[in-house]
């Protein structure tokens, strides 16, 4: 009986020391993604679009280092901003700039797959040991055909040139009708 009653307070002080020491790995990290309907991001082939993710640390006290890896369709995004680790002050926002390019080649429904990794790290040189956090954004660019848009100013001047046609026609169809009745 008193070894099951030293057993559960064994229990109860390795969870209690789990539960603290797992408090101070909370993290606040988070990522905003630009929007796409049901995680797709519809292009034509050759065309290029620039793309912003936004990280924050919000709730947390200490600065903290995120490094982006483009995990799949590396062949059709790519990091503009030249470096691939961003401190992340708490509170603040940082933006990640991304550029896709749909091949030239393409087909209409093909899809390219894209997975987006965005980890928290150590900094450098640093001989602390310490869990990073890595969310994955995820989608597929979807190749639609290209569309035959028609330019809204076009649809204007035609109906434009339309309406002044008939209006001559009109104005000529009432001069005739003057002279035949002089």
Do not use: W
Not at 13 to 37: K, N, Q, T
Not at 76 to 100: A, F, H, Q, W
Not at 151 to 180: E, F
Request: no cysteine; hydrophobic share 40%.
């Amino acid at each position: 009986m008193k070894n099951n009653k030293n057993q559960n307070i064994r229990r109860f002080i390795s969870l209690a020391v789990l539960i603290v020491f797992g408090i101070s790995f909370i993290s606040a990290f988070s990522i905003s993604a630009p929007y796409m309907e049901n995680k797709e991001l519809k292009m034509s082939p050759g065309e290029i679009k620039d793309l912003e993710f936004v990280l924050q640390n919000g709730g947390a006290t200490e600065e903290i280092n995120v490094k982006v890896t483009i995990l799949d369709g590396s062949d059709i995004i790519r990091l503009i901003d030249g470096n691939d680790i961003y401190p992340v002050t708490p509170g603040e926002k940082v933006s990640v700039n991304m550029k896709i390019t749909m091949p030239e080649d393409a087909k209409t429904s093909q899809n390219y797959s894209v997975k987006i990794g965005f980890k928290e790290v150590t900094s450098e040189g640093g001989s602390n040991f310490g869990f990073g956090t890595e969310i994955e954004q995820n989608f597929n660019a979807v190749i639609i055909g290209k569309e035959n848009k028609i330019n809204s100013k076009l649809i204007l001047y035609l109906a434009i040139g339309i309406v002044l046609i008939l209006l001559i026609i009109v104005l000529i169809i009432a001069t005739k009708k003057k002279k035949s009745k002089k």
